[in-house]
């Protein structure tokens, strides 16, 4: 470096890039009342009880819908497949990082959702990107639900980026999707991207009447089927399946970590869009492939949900016994037919009610602000088909007290 750069008194000198990063954040304002509910370390899993801070408490947090993480046949199949494979494939797809098992998932999935064709991602955050990113071009328009998950918005912004136009419109809305539908110019290309199933609430999305709008003013329908897969849908085959309408949707994606016990994502569609994105995909083009492990563990996931559809009855069976038992007690639950059973109470509430849980060994997940409306507090409890009566019956116990105690009920 030249002796002028360093006592030239550049601009960009006097900003700290790094100034953000010693200020106080909302995670301060959490520890100072002496609760923090997140990054908690898992010592070990064993379906529904997990060791948590070296107790033993119940997951009612986790995505493991079906409890396959701990199946013995997913788990000696991914054991399996490092034996045999190794623990990376080191590449990507395009590349040196497709094994047959890549192949064999890929054809069971879309056989499974009756599609003609399927592709894998890294994870389902990278499926988004894969997909969206791709097939919105330059001068088109991305409709996306306000409340789409994180992946979705990034993979829009990646969009935007690339002079893709993005429109939001208002949570499960037809009407306003409509609206903003007749702003845009007939001739641009659109497509609609929403939730499945909402990840922080569990409402299912309205897909009968949006389907009706993407018909009349023919734009495809991406759907993100994250928390619908092996949840709803005849044999857990998701929203689209659900709603009957699977020969409607034309593109639907996923993630693994969820139902499908793993990490990795996938997208099933007609064989030409799937070949366009397996070449057109930069998510899936410069990233590696899913390690054998991963691939033959969420195979392996896919064989138990067809061979056992009994278990999405199960998970079913389960969530309606959490939701109508919360809602008698008293608390704020709205209907729903997902694993995800979610209580609204005030921000301050929310925390303490978390706390009292944890303090019994209940783990629940809980969304303050800006995740959730000003003052409110989302606890979001997700069900599995693992969990046993007496876990079911626990937890609910233990809601019964911490919202006694704390007057919410
Ligand atoms: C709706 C939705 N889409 C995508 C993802 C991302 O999936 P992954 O965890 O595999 O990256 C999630 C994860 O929480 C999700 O809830």
């Given amino acids: 470096m030249s ?25 301060n304002e959490f520890k100072s009342k002496g609760i923090w509910p997140y990054f908690k370390t898992i010592f070990a899993s064993e379906g529904p009880e997990v060791n948590m801070e070296g107790r033993t408490v119940i997951m009612f947090g986790s995505n493991n819908y079906l409890g396959l993480t701990a199946h013995p046949y997913v788990k000696s199949a991914a054991v399996k497949a490092i034996k045999k494979y190794g623990t990376s494939c080191s590449g990507s797809r395009l590349l040196t990082g497709t094994i047959d098992l890549h192949i064999e998932l890929e054809e069971k999935l879309a056989t499974f959702m009756d599609k003609e064709a399927c592709l ?36 829009n912004l990646m969009a935007k980026g690339l002079n893709t136009n993005v429109i939001r419109f208002k949570h499960n809305n037809p009407d306003d999707l409509e609206k903003q539908i007749l ?47 092996g949840v709803i849908g005849d044999g857990g085959r998701g929203t689209a399946n659900h709603f009957n309408l699977q020969y409607e949707v034309p593109i639907t994606f996923c993630t693994f970590s969820k139902t499908l016990a793993s990490i990795g994502g996938f997208v099933v569609g007609n064989k030409s869009e799937i070949d366009y994105l397996k070449h057109n995909s930069p998510a899936l ?50 209907e729903g037919e997902t694993a995800i059973v979610p209580i609204t109470v005030n921000e301050e509430m929310g925390l303490r009610l978390w706390q009292e849980l944890y303090d019994r060994n209940i783990f629940v997940n809980v969304f303050v602000p800006p995740a959730t409306p000003a003052g409110k507090c989302l606890i979001r409890n997700s069900v599995m088909a693992s969990h046993e009566q007496k876990h079911l ?11 006694q105690k704390l007057g919410i009920i």
Avoid at 204 to 227: C, G, M, T
């Fill in 120 to 155: 894998l991602f890294g994870t389902g955050y990278q499926t988004s990107q894969g997909v969206i990113q791709p097939l919105a071009g330059r001068g088109d328009y991305i409709l996306s639900d306000r409340d789409n998950h994180a992946s979705i918005v990034s993979a």
């Fill in 3 to 27: 002796k002028l750069t360093l006592t030239t008194s550049a601009p960009g000198r006097l900003y700290d890039i790094f100034q953000k990063c010693h200020l106080p954040g909302k995670s």
């Fill in 393 to 403: 019956d626990y937890l609910i116990e233990t809601y019964k007290f911490g919202g």
């Fill in 285 to 334: 083009v410069f990233s590696a492939s899913p390690s054998p492990a991963s691939t033959a563990s969420a195979l392996a996931a896919l064989d138990v949900l067809i061979k056992q559809p009994e278990l999405v009855n199960r998970l079913q069976q389960n969530a309606r016994f959490v939701r109508s038992h919360l809602i008698s007690l008293g608390f704020d639950v709205p």
């Fill in 183 to 229: 702003r845009i110019p007939d001739n641009a290309g659109k497509l609609i991207v929403m939730d499945g199933v909402f990840s922080t609430d569990g409402s299912i999305v309205n897909l009968p009447a949006f389907q009706e709008l993407a018909d009349y003013y023919n734009i495809p329908i991406l759907l993100d089927d994250a928390h619908a897969f």
